[in-house]
């Protein structure tokens, strides 16, 4: 199972970005999508997250600025973040809880994508 993030890069206040990242390979059912970030010096951190049947929920520090969504077609999550602050500066990384079924049995697990670095500055 492979996790792409696109998206990152060079932002301005009050900008606008978002972030992609794509599943692909032996995952067929996914449930829990997630985005977390480290930013310099700091733990890694829950962002946001999105539940299979679409409920979401937000770190409170970055509530009312990003909003998270997925293609379940595409097995893509997105995180569009709007007037991002240059406390936003991390690298972002994908988390996706899912796997597959061989016969009578589900195969599932969690994966983490590589990160892809935001920076907000001027």
């Known amino acids: 199972v492979q996790l792409q993030a696109s998206g990152g890069g060079l932002v301005q206040p009050g900008g606008s970005l978002r972030l992609s990242c794509a599943a692909s390979?032996?995952?067929?059912?996914?449930?829990?999508m997630r985005w977390y970030r480290q930013r310099p010096g700091k733990e890694r951190e829950l962002v946001a997250e999105?539940?299979?049947?679409?409920?979401?929920s937000y770190a409170d520090s970055v509530k009312g600025r990003v909003t998270i969504s997925r293609d379940v077609a595409k097995s893509t999550v997105y995180l569009q973040m709007n007037s991002p602050k240059p406390e936003d500066t991390a690298v972002y990384y994908c988390?996706?809880?899912?796997?597959?079924?061989?016969?009578?049995?589900?195969?599932?697990?969690?994966?983490w994508g590589r990160g892809t670095q935001v920076t907000v500055s001027s």
């Open positions: 988390n996706v809880d899912g796997g597959t079924v061989v016969g009578d049995a589900y195969f599932g697990a969690n994966y």
């Open positions: 390979g032996s995952i067929s059912i996914i449930h829990t």
């Open positions: 999105i539940e299979s049947d679409g409920s979401t």
